[in-house]
């Protein structure tokens, strides 16, 4: 499977951005995709993840209650919705697949890699 991450920009804090993740190939509706983020000097770390049958979202602390997690299997996009956004989510955001099942949070049990976008956050 081949993902390609958009949506991407620079916004003040308090703004509104959506990423999107699209997959091609065969049978994505079989994988589960998380959204990762990684700051200059920082480890990667998990943002969101949603399961293969569009159930059990997860989030990460720090963005529960302002980013949500959808996917539409029709069009095989991921969307990452972000509200209130803040200074601190500024970052390179990158969309991944597993067939893993379950809480997947850690950057290795997702195979499957998109490219990143660029998120930066003004205060």
């Known amino acids: 499977v081949q993902l390609q991450a958009s949506g991407g920009g620079s916004v003040q804090a308090g703004g509104s951005l959506r990423l999107s993740c699209a997959a091609s190939g065969r049978a994505f509706s079989m994988y589960g995709v998380g959204w990762f983020r990684q700051a200059p000097g920082q480890e990667r770390e998990f943002v969101a993840s949603?399961?293969?049958?569009?159930?059990?979202?997860y989030y990460a602390d720090s963005v529960k209650g302002r980013f949500a997690i959808s996917r539409d299997s029709t069009r095989n996009t991921v969307v990452l919705q972000m509200d209130s956004l803040k200074p601190e989510d500024t970052a390179v955001y990158y969309c991944?697949?597993?067939?893993?099942?379950?809480?997947?949070?850690?950057?290795?049990?997702?195979?499957?890699w998109g490219q990143g976008t660029q998120v930066t956050v003004s205060s």
């Open positions: 949603i399961g293969w049958n569009g159930r059990n979202a």
């Open positions: 991944a697949a597993t067939t893993t099942t379950g809480q997947v949070l850690r950057p290795y049990e997702y195979p499957y």
